[in-house]
Nanobody, 123 residues
Framework: VQLQASGGGLVQPGGSLRLSCAAS????????IGWVRQAPGKEREGVSC????????YYVDFAKGRFTISVDNAKNTVYLQMNSLKPEDTAVYYC?????????????????RGQGTLVTVSS
């Protein structure tokens, strides 16, 4: 399984970014893809997840109302639209995946993780 994240960058507080995750190599029909992030000196934490079987989504509390996850199955790409960004959102964002239709309850439960993309929110 290959996961390639892109779209990070420097943005001012209150701004927006859209991250993309190009996925390939899955051998199962159903899988869940999510975004996790890791800030300097902090543990990796989940952000959001989507299941390709029924397009159900999951968001952690800090992402609700600000971030939106979506999938384009034709392009095998998952997106994370991030609005109203805050300095505390600064982190390396990774896309991660796990076979099956259920999003993992914790970031460490993803089976696959790609290289990350750095998001910096600063004025």
């Amino acid at each position: 399984v290959q996961l390639q994240a892109s779209g990070g960058g420097l943005v001012q507080p209150g701004g927006s970014l859209r991250l993309s995750c190009a996925a390939s190599g899955f051998t199962s029909d159903f899988y869940s893809i999510g975004w996790v992030r890791q800030a300097p000196g902090k543990e990796r934490e989940g952000v959001s997840c989507i299941s390709n079987s029924d397009l159900s989504t999951y968001y952690v509390d800090f992402a609700k109302g600000r971030f939106t996850i979506s999938v384009d199955n034709a392009k095998n790409t998952v997106y994370l639209q991030m609005n109203s960004l805050k300095p505390e959102d600064t982190a390396v964002y990774y896309c991660a995946a796990v076979p099956g239709s259920t999003c993992p309850a914790h970031a460490r439960l993803y089976r696959y993780r790609g290289q990350g993309t750095l998001v910096t929110v600063s004025s």
